[in-house]
Nanobody, 124 residues
């Protein structure tokens, strides 16, 4: 069964950077589209970015120009590179398997095989 594991979260000051990783054991991620989502306290889970098996990507408007998603198939890992972090980026970040289009946003209800999440806190 596919199980995703996120890592790389932590506490960072505004303007700082983090790199999140999403990996799986026993299953190759090469052919799956992977999405990153986040959920802040008291708010709904929202999409951040996604990448399909061909490398096509999509970003939420709030992170465009600051976050980059990519994948390393040799390491069976999808990364979310987060730069110029802001306090409003704080939340639990999850990865999951689902559809990804460069021109259409698929919400979290379209995704499955969620990881346990990794906490990102942006604060001075």
């Amino acid at each position: 069964q596919l199980q995703l594991v996120e890592s790389g979260g932590g506490l960072v000051q505004p303007g700082g950077s983090l790199r999140l990783s999403c990996t799986a054991s026993r299953v190759t991620l090469d052919y799956y589209a992977i999405g990153w989502f986040r959920q802040a306290p008291g708010k709904e889970r929202e999409g951040v970015s996604c990448i399909d098996s061909h490398g096509r990507v999509n970003y939420a408007d709030s992170v465009k120009g600051r976050f980059t998603i990519d994948r390393d198939n040799a390491k069976n890992t999808v990364y979310l590179h987060m730069n110029s972090l802001r306090p409003e980026d704080t939340g639990i970040y999850y990865c999951a398997v689902g559809p990804c289009s460069d021109s259409y946003y698929y919400g979290p209800g379209n995704y499955d095989y969620w990881g346990q999440g990794t906490q990102v806190t942006v604060s001075s």
